[in-house]
């Protein structure tokens, strides 16, 4: 038996990061960036409005007060988007919307609330107005923003490495970028096996079950940040087998197999996969979960085209629904990552709860519990889903939190504090 650890060490040296792709940007989100962003201009470009107001001129407005306003001449009016063609000389006034750059001769900003703006009754757009009333004197610079208050052209705005979430990629648009060099995502292909799978929506037959590994580590994967491809069910036959696997080959970065992997299994799998590639059967100290396969395909056959052929590698996980989300969680999990460039991103956050029940190891493995964890009291606090047998799918669906039972140590009891591995969200519960 070799350790959760160990396993994961010796999977992911065959693991790097993939090479950059020119991404759109809202395609990148999750991604990681692969080269240094600068800025080509200043955000803003030029010094402009944060208030939609009057552009005056600072001194003009010098002693003005709500008893004793003064009034400007109104000369002209600037929407956002236009720049003003003129300029504001003493004693006038321009009309000026949020955003639009500060007119020449301007140094100050009075917004709207600090004139008799809301007093009118005739709308802007049916004629402008002669003069405004200035109730409030304005500072030098009120209410402007300064040309590269938010990046200077040629800083460095996002360095490579730095993974890209919504406010990054709205930084990216920011400078005008409608395209972004990122690590791309690996294509994972997703492979079920055994002759008792039925596709969702077909009829139920005595002895079957439907195929929810496919599904489960899809859809795990597809939120890991992969591009998951689910490959037809490959009845326990060789030559089914053969041609589901070659398939998965053609343009996958990892190929994941559930099922037929157990020790004495009268199916087909181990037999394809040590046919077809090389494959190490691994127990690994891990309850749910213990049978693992991991191996590398030579993709491409004998590349007579001159293509290089690619080394795929392959893992193969247990075929009960539990073991394989949990095995796809502790070791396709690290690799997904490693392949989209943040190898440091994997790992769930870790936590200490107090445990309701007494929680012990069926064996001398790793025990990996399904558990609802809330917070109570400003303490994490753990209970388990329910049967935990690794056929009991619901449990991983009523989950928030797997409790980690280490291999060498006792059970843990009520009350004892446990170490819990957070996979969902956790609420607050009411005190
Ligand atoms: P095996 O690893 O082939 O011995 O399968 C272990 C258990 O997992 C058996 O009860 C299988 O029926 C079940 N199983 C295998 N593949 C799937 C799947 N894709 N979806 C749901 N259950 C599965
Ligand atoms: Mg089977």
Known sequence: MISVEEARARILEHFAALEPVETPLLEAAGQVLAADVRGGF????????????????ADDTAGATPASPLRLRVTGYLPAGSVYDGSVGP???VRIMTG???????????????????????????????????DVEAKLGANIRPAGEDVRAGELVLPAGTILG????????SLGLGTVQAIRRPRVAILSTGDELLRPGEPLRPGAIYDSNGFSLASMAREMGAEPRVLDIAGDTVEALTARVHEGLADADLLVTSAGVSRGDFDVVKEVLAREGSVGFWTVRMRPGKPLAFGTFQAGGEASD?????????????????????????????AVFTMLGKPQAWERERVRAVS?????????????????VERRDGRYHAKLTGP????????????????VVPEDGGPVEPGDECDVMLIGRVPDAEA
Request: net charge negative.
């Open 166 to 173: 919504p406010a990054q990629i709205g930084v990216l648009a």
């Open 356 to 372: 309701a029940e007494r929680i012990a190891r069926p064996d001398d493995r790793r025990f990996y519990a399904r558990a609802i």
């Open 91 to 93: 004693g006038e006034a």
């Open 306 to 334: 001159g293509e290089a052929r690619r080394v795929v590698p392959h893992l193969g996980l247990p075929g009960n629904p539990v073991s394989a989300m949990m095995t796809f969680e502790l070791f396709g999990r690290p």
């Open 42 to 57: 200043d955000i803003p470009p030029l010094p402009n409005t944060s208030m939609d107001g009057y552009a005056v001129r």
């Open 100 to 134: 639009a750059p500060i007119p020449d001769g301007a140094d100050a900003i009075v917004p709207f609330e600090e004139t008799d703006e809301e007093e009118q009754t005739a709308r802007w757009e049916d004629g402008p107005r002669d003069d405004v009333r200035i």
């Open 388 to 403: 935990q047998g690794s056929g009991v799918l619901t449990s991983m669906a009523l989950a928030n939190g797997i409790v």
